[in-house]
């Protein structure tokens, strides 16, 4: 069983910058995609960006490209969200999640297989 535990989030002033982490438990970190997904009140789950096992491969929603780095430690069994020129419209808790399908759809939630409990974000403008 994977346990993904997120942290990092909390209030910011719009412009300001966070770095989310979130830390698996288990053997496997290293084999599989991670991914970060966020939620706003009253909308559905979105993709926000993903990483490769090796960390050679990204992709991220046009929303935040240039302004978010998604990056992972695999020997701290760890994936980061840095986040930078934050908006409001980034408000949102963030999950992160891992993926154990190969190629396809990285960008929809259900070809994830463990989801962390999110962290709150809040940009205030």
């Known amino acids: 069983q994977v346990q993904l535990v997120e942290s990092g989030g909390r209030l910011v002033q719009a412009g300001g910058s966070l770095r989310l982490s979130c830390a698996a438990s288990?053997?496997?970190?290293?084999?599989?995609?991670m991914g970060w997904f966020r939620q706003a009140p009253g909308k559905n789950r979105e993709f926000v960006a993903v990483?490769?096992?090796?960390?050679?491969?990204?992709y991220y929603r046009d929303s935040v490209k240039g302004r978010f780095t998604i990056s992972r430690d695999n020997a701290k069994n760890t994936v980061y969200l840095q986040m930078n020129s934050l908006e409001p419209e980034d408000t949102a808790v963030y999950y992160c999640a891992e993926r154990r399908a190969q190629g396809g759809n990285y960008w929809y939630s259900l070809t994830y297989d463990y989801w962390g409990q999110g962290t709150q974000v809040t940009v205030s403008s």
């Open positions: 288990g053997r496997t970190f290293s084999t599989y995609a």
């Open positions: 990483i490769s096992s090796s960390g050679s491969t990204t």
